[in-house]
């Protein structure tokens, strides 16, 4: 059976709202996991990054948003788009923003680094969402057990 995974991107910030950071992953739908993901800007390097980390899994289809940063970084011969075929990973999402509230709202318990806002994301991913497989960029690594 082909591997079939979601992609989308989810808004943050780190201190104040001008210093924008975007969490963009991969979701493996049959298994509720996440496959791969990234942290940056809004841009396609950081898009680029995604079909490098999942070359290892060999998706057979990836679903997404209509993002443009998708269309022209990703393999067009294996795509689907549209909100309907994305509802897990935006579920997903969901569920992100309801367990951790200081990626998107300023609370006192803000977040001041970049570190410690990707620290939560990675322990929520691994231990509510059951995460099966993680490939980040080296500099993430120091977050990993």
């Not at 289809?61 to 309907?84: A, C, F, W």
């Not at 318990?109 to 990707?118: A, D, G, P, V, W």
Request: proline residues 5%; contains cysteine; charged residues 25%.
């Amino acid at each position: 059976m082909a591997l079939i995974c979601e992609l989308d991107e989810q808004w943050s910030f780190v201190e104040n709202k001008a210093r924008q950071q975007w969490h963009w992953y991969a979701y493996k739908t049959k298994a509720d996991g996440v496959l791969a993901y990234t942290f940056g800007p809004r841009t396609d390097e950081t898009c680029r990054e995604l079909p490098e980390f999942l070359k290892p899994f060999s998706a057979g289809m990836i679903t997404r948003d209509n993002r443009s940063s998708y269309t022209r970084e990703m393999p067009q011969d294996k795509h689907l788009v549209g909100k309907i075929f994305t509802r897990r990973i935006e579920r997903n999402n969901l569920t992100l923003r309801t367990h951790i509230k200081r990626p998107a709202r300023k609370t006192i318990c803000f977040l001041r680094s970049l570190e410690i806002h990707e620290k939560p994301l990675v322990h929520l991913s691994k231990t509510h969402v059951l995460l099966t497989g993680v490939i980040t960029r080296a500099s993430f690594a120091v977050f990993l057990p």
